[in-house]
């Protein structure tokens, strides 16, 4: 709980109060600080961005494999649900839909705002109106899009996003084209706040920041292909591959990411056996975000194949970074790009554009300066936050 003490600007475990007088509960998230993707990217930064502007703000998370509870993160309260995760894929879907529903309560019953990440659990969404809390709720692109769900999953998705529709007293969505799609299918008037990008200072390539399984592995600046994803069937890993080996390229592709999935793991070893020799390294996940941005700051070009969320974290991150990027071809990309990458359809008109970059990348440096001086524009998050606070004031 935060102190009572209006003379002691920190409580017993050093945040600072909340001066604005909401607390704000963002949950759906697997928690921070990140460790997984872009829901928990966002919350992180999010998060940490109000608690310097004086805001209560709580964030739910998983249970630390370590049974490590730390009570806050950089002024962030945390709370934890009781039950590990599990590893097991449709264990998991039960657990993660358990998660929300512990934290719709405990939000509900602390929180002002309520700020629902995704609405798979969107059945229960009716909890905050119990404790006569407002709901926000954020969907994670259109849901029931992804490829990696079957079609009972999908249907649930379609009904979920209805319910998270009519039980919303905000849906915010980080994407104009989502925004469309929510306002024209629900005759409501959705938030339009976009995702943004930290300042990040160009980063000189050194091999020693690799440890453990990375050192050796990588050596490669600044002649290697980038891409940085959760590697599931929606974000075309393997149409990147496909791509990639059809190529004449020679330069290796460096691939960080976890698979979601051993099926689509085992999918993506095949395409390797199959294909020529070529060298596909795979880091698994950096969340170190410093070799994060060492490894994005010295590629060659970065690869991005997401297809159905909304603003992708990781483009508008690598757009800041002066790069050429070659994107996947769909309204959400173009929406945050514009003009400033060049786009793909499927895995040979990947190959043609990587060996276009290939045969002369300094031709396509004008992208590198449009993509960051978009993100510089549209995309800060000082301006972000503003928006935020904007939309929390109208409560």
């Not at 596909?280 to 159905?308: D, K, P, Q, W």
């Amino acid at each position: 709980m935060w102190s009572n003490d209006e003379n002691d600007p920190f409580n017993k475990h050093g945040l600072v109060i909340g001066m604005v007088g909401k607390k704000i509960a963002i949950i759906g998230s697997r928690g921070i600080p990140n460790n997984y993707g872009g829901f928990e990217k966002f919350a992180e930064i999010l998060s940490t961005f109000l608690v310097s502007k004086g805001y209560e703000v709580c964030v739910s998370c998983e249970r630390p494999c370590d049974d490590n509870f730390p009570p806050s993160f950089k002024g962030v309260e945390l709370f934890y649900c009781p039950l590990r995760p599990p590893n097991f894929f449709l264990a998991r879907i039960v657990y993660e839909f358990l998660y929300d529903i512990y934290s719709l309560f405990k939000a509900a019953r602390s929180a002002d705002i309520v700020y629902m990440l995704g609405y798979s659990a969107a059945m229960f969404f009716f909890i905050p109106k119990l404790f006569r809390k407002q709901l926000w709720v954020n969907p994670d692109g259109m849901e029931w899009k992804r490829p990696k769900f079957n079609p009972a999953i999908r249907g649930l998705l379609k009904v979920s996003e209805k319910l998270a529709v009519f039980w919303a007293d905000r849906m915010v969505v980080d994407s104009n084209e989502i925004k469309k799609y929510l306002d024209s299918k629900y005759g409501i008037e959705s938030e339009f706040i976009p995702y943004g990008a930290l300042d990040v200072k160009p980063i000189a390539w050194d091999d020693d920041k690799f440890t453990g399984d990375l050192r050796g592995k990588i050596t490669l600046n600044p002649h290697y292909w980038l891409m940085v994803a959760r590697l599931e069937p929606e974000n075309n890993i393997h149409t990147i591959i496909r791509g990639y080996l059809q190529s004449s390229i020679d330069m290796p592709l460096v691939v960080v990411g976890n698979f979601a999935s051993p099926v689509y793991e085992a999918y993506v070893k095949r395409i390797l056996d199959e294909g020529p020799d070529k060298k596909v390294i795979f880091t698994g996940g950096i969340y170190n975000r410093e070799l994060l941005n060492m490894l994005r700051c010295n590629c060659f070009a970065y690869l991005h194949g997401h297809s159905v969320g909304g603003t992708n974290p990781s483009l508008v991150e690598i757009m800041k970074m002066k790069t050429v990027i070659i994107a996947h071809n769909n309204e959400f990309n173009r929406e945050v790009c514009r003009d400033s990458a060049l786009y793909f359809n499927d895995s040979e008109d990947l190959a043609s554009k990587m060996e276009m970059v290939d045969a002369d990348r300094e031709d396509f440096f004008d992208l590198r300066d449009k993509a960051r001086e978009r993100i510089l524009n549209d995309y800060s998050w000082e301006g972000i936050v503003e928006d935020y606070e904007t939309l929390i004031r109208s409560v």
